[in-house]
């Protein structure tokens, strides 16, 4: 199991593009993904679900969790954690 924790950059926080973008990358990974918002201590989501995802909130300045538990969990983690960090490609 690996887990990051990431802050939310981009102005428009993570609306249906970059949420889109980042589900796809997910789905690439057999591991079990798992988001959740720290800043309002929700509860985990599927990061595999772009509905689950948008009902997070994750608007700029979010603290947010990324936990991964499978065959690809670290490298799962990195590149989503990488994705979030560096803005959603925005």
Do not use: W
């Not at 796809?24 to 995802?53: E, F, G």
């Not at 969790?65 to 690809?72: E, K, Q, S």
């Amino acid at each position: 199991m690996c887990e990051k924790n990431v802050t939310i950059i981009n102005e428009a926080g993570i609306h249906a593009r970059p949420a889109g973008n980042f589900v796809k990358m997910a789905k690439q990974y057999q591991s079990r993904i798992m988001i959740r918002n720290l800043t309002s201590d929700s509860y985990p989501v599927s990061a595999k679900s772009i509905s689950l995802v948008l009902t997070l909130g994750l608007t700029k300045g979010t603290s947010m969790a990324i936990t991964a538990d499978g065959p690809d969990d670290e490298e799962a983690v990195d590149v989503l954690a990488s994705f979030v960090e560096q803005g959603c490609g925005e």
